[in-house]
């Protein structure tokens, strides 16, 4: 089955918001938000500070993750934020997460930015996503304790894209 990734749209909507919720309730009410918002601002579509990509299976068009970036709410100049990174259930642990990052990643390497950001929770359905940051070259940078509940904390992670620029052996 061919995977492949292309930009989001306003039709990915319902599909993106239950793969988000499949994990996530909470998650799925903000992503729904957000996509409202996205979509329904003409303006922000046409920034190339904040696209959205979906995953999806070529045989069925069935849409199975997302991923995407934008800015911080002060546009800092060569800093974007990971948002919305998920992956169907039934489709994880097949290499897709990992390529719809990857593809991420290059895509704002293309408008050389200097740091990514993202944040997650330290919740245990969350451990495999954090490992797969880690295996990517971000590190743990803010870790806010309780945020989410007690045991749940807020965790901020970086990736420095001069070192994955030489840890994955990109010319400069």
Known sequence: ???YIRKMTPDDIAAVVKIIREHEDFDGDCSQDY?????????RTESSREENF???????GQVIGVCGFCPDKYDTPNILWLNWFYLSEDYRGKGIGV????FTINRILDMKISKVYLDTSSYHSYAKAIQLYKD??????????????????????????NQYKQKMGISQ
């Not at 979906?54 to 069925?60: A, L």
């Open 1 to 3: 089955m061919p995977i």
């Open 35 to 43: 996509y409202d918002g996205y979509f329904g601002d003409s303006k």
């Open 54 to 60: 979906v995953s999806y299976d070529s045989e069925s």
């Open 99 to 102: 390529n719809l990052l990857e």
């Open 136 to 161: 990517f070259g971000f590190g743990i940078e803010g870790d806010l304790k309780d945020y989410y509940g007690k045991g749940e904390n807020f965790l901020i992670m970086g990736l420095d894209l």
